[in-house]
């Protein structure tokens, strides 16, 4: 992949926390499984040299860390894994009509609001300072933040998301994240500037109005109606329409086609190629698990990219629960697929989701913590290959 070539580790390094700076920009491929992050490093490798602990790869372990997490802890990630600044119910469950707007009159509020709306993505700084300023700022509880956020991005990614905004509302780490006007500035250009608004505080400011609760937490001059609002895309629960009705098995299941053959399935978070060693006469059949839309819904750019690549790699594409899966597919002779933790139970034979650092068994509290099990007595990154 192109992008993949593009990734230069030192610029990384060095400018990874500027918004316009060398970020790589591969998540939504990562979250949907498109290239992995062996693949990545392998072909940066393939460049340069990288010790263990060279921030590209630390960055990689941070994605790896939350899915560690999410596998020992399971649905708890979406509860506070300890209290933060204050007590849960402290906190607003709804996520204001200002914010979802962009109409906050904060600049680098408005801003982070609009990019995610029109491109499905947001640099992590912008990530961070939105989810500060919800939490902390206006005392919204993480979890309405985090279900509004992971349905807009590309790289919606449950564990990444969930655990981040607890990471920033200090209940998955031990304290909470502040920002203030002068940080933006310092990584953000000029129209995302906040001088003069609510943020424009010290930290020790920050820190007593996060650790304050306040009946009516600040807002910007919205109420003044002096800033344009922003369009939220919709979210939707299952495919747009028209995508169902260009590719008309999108909602239908065919017995004939699985009868007696191999069936690979690919699904959102395995857009690859099927292996190597599937038998002659396999056919390759994609799924949207309609338990997990149910749950999370989608723009309708998710829908479309993700739709767009697994139509490269199939025209049968079916939106169904587990047990309709079930029946549609009891003729295969066997069903193979990647295990990932967004998906349901499947009757399918699972082969591990991809993995760049070894397996820690034990759970680990904090990133650190896995981060030297993960890695001990490893100095180049090439022995993760
Ligand atoms: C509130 C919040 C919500 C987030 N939600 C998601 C999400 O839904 N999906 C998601 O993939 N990431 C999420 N992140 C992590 C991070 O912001 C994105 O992975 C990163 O911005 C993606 O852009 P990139 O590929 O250019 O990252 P790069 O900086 O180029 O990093 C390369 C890769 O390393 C991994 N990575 C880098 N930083 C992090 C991090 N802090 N945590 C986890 N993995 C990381 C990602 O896989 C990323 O693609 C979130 C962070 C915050 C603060």
């Given at each position: 992949m192109q992008r993949v070539g593009c990734v230069r580790p030192a610029d990384y390094a060095r400018?990874?926390?500027?918004?316009?700076?060398?970020?790589?920009?591969?998540s939504p491929y990562l979250t949907h499984g498109l290239v992995t992050l062996q693949e990545v490093l392998s072909d940066v490798l393939s460049r340069d040299r990288l010790t263990i602990d060279h921030k590209l790869v630390y960055e990689f372990g941070w994605r790896e860390f939350y899915r560690h997490v999410w596998a020992h802890r399971g649905a708890g990630?979406?509860?506070?894994?300890h209290p933060g600044?204050?007590?849960?119910?402290?906190?607003?469950?709804q996520l204001p009509l200002d914010i979802r707007q962009g109409r906050t009159g904060i600049p680098v509020i408005d801003e982070s609001v609009r990019t995610l709306y029109a491109t499905g993505t947001l640099h992590n700084h912008a990530r961070m300072w939105l989810a500060s300023y919800v939490v902390h700022?206006?005392?919204?509880?993480?979890r309405a933040g985090a279900d509004w956020l992971v349905s807009h991005?590309?790289?919606?990614d449950l564990a990444s998301n969930h655990l981040s905004w607890q990471w920033v509302a200090g209940t998955g780490s031990h304290k909470p994240y502040l920002f203030n006007a002068e940080n933006v500035a310092r990584f953000a250009?000029?129209?995302?500037h906040s001088f003069g608004?609510?943020?424009?505080?010290?930290y020790e400011e920050l820190e007593q109005m996060a650790r304050t609760a306040r009946p009516q937490p600040p807002k910007g001059p919205v109420e003044a109606g002096r800033v344009d609002s922003a369009v939220e895309p919709p979210l939707l629960h299952s495919p747009p329409a028209d995508l169902a009705s260009a590719h008309a098995t999108i909602a239908n299941t065919d017995n004939l086609l699985v009868r007696g053959r191999t069936v690979w399935l690919v699904h959102p978070w395995a857009l690859r190629p099927p292996p190597a060693d599937l038998p002659d006469g396999y056919v390759t059949i994609g799924v949207y698990p309609s338990e997990y839309h149910r749950d999370w819904p989608w723009s309708e750019a998710r829908w479309r990219w993700v739709d767009a690549a697994m139509a490269e790699l199939t025209p049968h594409r079916w939106f169904l629960d587990s047990e309709s899966l079930g029946a549609a597919l009891a003729d295969a002779s066997r069903v193979r697929t990647v295990a990932d933790p967004?998906?349901?139970?499947?009757?399918a034979d699972l082969e591990p989701a991809p993995a760049l650092?070894?397996?820690?068994?034990r759970p680990c509290a904090s990133f650190s913590q896995w981060w030297s099990r993960a890695t001990r007595g490893v100095e180049q990154a090439e022995s993760l290959l």
């Open positions: 400018t990874r926390n500027d918004l316009g700076g060398g970020a790589t920009g591969l990630i979406f509860q506070s894994i600044p204050l007590p849960d119910e402290t906190y607003s469950p700022v206006r005392q919204v509880h993480w991005l590309l790289d919606g250009p000029l129209r995302w608004t609510v943020i424009d505080r010290s967004h998906l349901p139970e499947w009757q650092f070894p397996l820690v068994e």
